[in-house]
């Protein structure tokens, strides 16, 4: 059974940091690309960040390009996002997702709520 469980959010002042982290399981982790979403009530979900099955490549959406840090532990079957100078804007329930292909599926976790408030 494919799970996986965000954890790492919750309250912040803006220009703070948070690192969430995503647990996975259930699925061979160093084979696949995995991906931080991100939505707001009302707005469509956003991928913020992917990374490669290696680590070695990286991209991020233009609102998280200098702030955020994708990365990955293929030993441990997680992958992390790294926030730093966090704004407002970055208030949203923070998803990971795999894609697993046609056999598996697209799975994603149950969400981390990051609010960045003073």
């Known amino acids: 059974q494919v799970q996986l469980v965000e954890s790492g959010g919750g309250l912040v002042q803006p220009g703070g940091s948070l690192k969430l982290s995503c647990a996975t399981s259930g699925f061979v982790f160093s084979n696949y690309i995995l991906r931080w979403y991100r939505q707001v009530p009302g707005k469509e979900r956003e991928m913020v960040a992917s990374?490669?099955?290696?680590?070695?490549?990286?991209m991020y959406a233009d609102s998280a390009k200098g702030r955020f840090t994708i990365s990955r532990d293929n030993a441990k079957n997680t992958v992390y996002l790294q926030m730093n100078s966090l704004k407002r804007e970055d208030t949203a329930v923070y998803y990971c997702?795999?894609?697993?292909?046609?056999?598996?599926?697209?799975?994603w976790g149950q969400g981390t709520q990051v609010t960045v408030s003073s």
């Open positions: 997702h795999a894609d697993l292909g046609a056999v598996q599926g697209s799975h």
């Open positions: 990374i490669d099955t290696t680590g070695s490549r990286k």
